[in-house]
């Protein structure tokens, strides 16, 4: 799967969780899921499932914690992918 | 007697003992119909919200008929963010549309996230079984697979059983006390006189008060186990909930929210709040199953003594009540309800007030129950009419005496002015209250 892919993936599982919609409008690699998209922390690991529902793949709860932006969640799949 | 002046506390409390608690808005979300024009129109035209339900049918319960509010789904958005939908099953989502509408309702505009908690602002919002479809279709068979970790991060908030209050705490920035009570099908009722014994005692200016219950299945299958619903109208729903009837075979399960803006009528005049109603007063207490009473059942003298207490509450007499918005449930109890209401209110079968029940249009929605006939006993206090009690032209035949009190058909009454509602529960316990149009 493309990188690009991946992420239009990604953006649309965050974006039910994402509180901030402008930050939204703008997301990139760089964009911070709490930060920025002041998504609720207790709602990462909802993410992380959602993540591993939709590319079919497991995460470990050492990697779950390292995602903290779009390119961390974009670079964790594309490695657990490829 | 002390000079009040040597003691500021006694002062605060004297005063505050004599606050006085309005109703400044209502949210209802019943199976016949969402919002107040709706669910008006519905009780004036005895339109009933019991359908057939195809998978009751399919999953052999002998009660397929209930009371679930449609449509839900096309207008749930407008009130809750997808981020908040993902985390609330129907009691939830049931309760937190009751409580927005009874807010908005009260002239008030749903807070953003930066305005700071209203202080002076609570919620008692109750159920009575609370979030068991999350629990059986999400909670246990996962568990059960050794899938834990595939729980997700909702399933507290989702099965605690304060889930509905504490979401609209949030939704509504509420920081006054916010709680659930439950007491099985008294709650909604026991919520209302809770939230307005808070405000007399000055410990908030509003509250906001009621029941939810959601749908499940799951809910309504130990009922159905009971044997206690009414298996023989899967083929007519709408004449299947029976109250005060002489072929009553069982209650109807419902769905829902009812929740009353309670108000300080200070804070209300002071703000130019519509007043529907005064809570005059009202009366809590549990029959200690004894004297015929038991987990299932009520005792006589607990049910009356409850009544009589929401009357001295209120400072009336039972003669001044002009209409009884009964709990009447149709199962075997509802001839001895109403004698209870007889008794209680000193009044001989000939002389007794209009007696009906919102049972008869939407099933009996248990812990949301006590809220939705509230919101309709206001209603009908606001507008000047007494809604039918259908299904009942085979009134039963231990409530012959009473017959000229039975509301069949709605009635307009311009001059109603004084409601009482009461509501009894598994457990054996009793909630009374009585609402008077404010003049």
Redesign the interface.
Request: positive net charge.
């Given at each position: 799967m493309e990188n690009q892919d991946v992420f239009d993936k990604v953006v649309e599982i965050l974006?039910?969780?994402?509180?901030n919609e402008e930050a939204l409008g703008t997301i990139s690699l760089e964009t911070s899921l709490q930060k920025d998209l002041e998504v609720?922390s207790?709602?990462?690991?909802?993410i992380v499932?959602e993540i591993e529902d939709s590319f079919d793949i497991e995460v470990s709860d050492d990697d779950a914690d390292g995602v903290n932006t779009v390119g961390d969640a974009v670079n964790l799949i594309v490695a657990a992918t490829s | 007697m002390w000079p009040a002046a040597l003691f500021p506390a006694w002062e605060f409390l004297v005063s505050k003992a004599k606050r006085r608690v309005v109703v400044t808005g209502l949210g209802v979300l019943a199976p016949n119909g969402h919002g107040l024009d709706e669910f008006t129109s519905a009780l004036r035209d005895g339109r009933s919200g019991i359908r057939h339900h195809a998978h009751l049918e399919e999953l052999n319960f002998a009660c397929q008929v209930g009371g679930i509010p449609e449509n839900v789904e096309q207008f749930q958005e407008q009130y809750l963010s997808a981020e908040e939908l993902f985390a609330m099953n129907a009691n939830m989502i049931y309760a937190a549309i009751g409580a927005i509408d009874a807010w908005k309702d009260a002239g008030f505009e749903v807070p953003g996230p930066e305005v700071e908690a209203d202080w002076e602002t609570g919620a008692i919002i109750g159920t009575g079984i609370g979030g068991i479809d999350t629990i059986s279709q999400t909670l246990g068979p996962r568990v059960d697979a050794g899938k834990v970790r595939r729980l997700g991060s909702t399933m507290v908030e989702q099965i605690m059983s304060s889930g509905n209050s504490a979401r609209i705490a949030g939704l509504l920035g509420l920081g006054n006390q916010v709680s659930t009570n439950s007491s099985a099908c008294n709650t909604g009722t026991e919520a209302i006189v809770m939230g307005a014994q808070r405000i007399r005692d000055g410990l908030a200016t509003r509250m906001l008060a009621g029941g939810s219950e959601g749908h499940s299945h799951y809910i309504w299958a130990g009922f159905d186990a009971m044997k206690v619903l009414n298996r023989t109208k899967n083929d007519d729903p709408a004449a299947a909930s029976r109250p005060l009837s002489a072929s009553a075979a069982g209650f109807i399960p419902g769905s829902g929210a009812g929740v009353l803006m309670l108000e300080e009528l200070e804070s209300a005049q002071g703000r130019g709040a519509r007043i529907y109603a005064e809570v005059l007063g009202g009366a809590l207490n549990c029959g200690g199953h004894r004297q015929g009473g038991s987990m299932t059942a009520p005792n006589p003298n607990s049910v009356q003594r409850c009544i009589r207490g929401a009357v001295a509450d209120a400072g009336i007499a039972g003669t001044e009540i002009d209409a009884i918005n009964g709990h009447l449930t149709a199962t075997f109890a509802d001839p001895h309800e109403v004698n209870n209401w007889s008794k209680a209110l000193e009044r001989a079968p000939a002389d007794m007030p209009y007696i009906h029940s919102t049972k008869s249009l939407i099933g009996h929605a248990l812990g949301a129950a006590g809220g939705l006939e509230c919101v309709a006993s206001i209603l009908e206090l606001h507008h000047g009419f007494i809604h039918g009690s259908i299904n009942c032209d085979d009134l039963h035949p231990e409530l012959e005496a009473f017959a000229g009190a039975v509301v069949h058909e709605t009635i307009d009454l311009p001059d109603l002015r004084t409601i009482a509602k009461a509501s009894f529960g598994f457990g054996d316990v009793n909630g009374c209250v009585i609402f008077r149009k404010f003049a």
């Open positions: 974006r039910p969780f994402a509180k609720n207790a709602r990462l690991v909802d499932l | -």
